[in-house]
């Protein structure tokens, strides 16, 4: 099993010097959260909500190995292939807004199915 190598936690006053040294003692690399950053929790929990929304709820994760293999394929599908409302619902990779395609006959669509057919990403054949 692979070791934690770093903790994140916030600027808390609770949180003191002798919190970090306990874990500083197992080797962990004490991380804080940016300064005057109010909201931060709130990203990472809509972060957080994403994921186990459209991963978690869905797969059984069986191991550490099983774990990181998910993980790494959401990732790059999130970051790749996945529409973002941000973005006017492109994809991080579209350049430009893509038209409609109306007539699928001269117009092939392609899927590629993700995490054995969990979520399933979708284009134009060449």
Known sequence: MESLHFLLRDRNAKYSQTFDTVFQADDLHVLTTAPQAP???AHCERVIGTIRRELLDHILITDGSHAH???KTYEDHYNRHRPHQARDQRPPEAQQRSTAVHDLDTHRVLRTRILG???NEYRHAA
Request: charged share 10%; hydrophobic share 55%; aromatic share 12%.
């Open 117 to 119: 057919g969990l979520i």
């Open 69 to 71: 293999q998910a993980f």
């Open 39 to 41: 909201r931060i929790n």
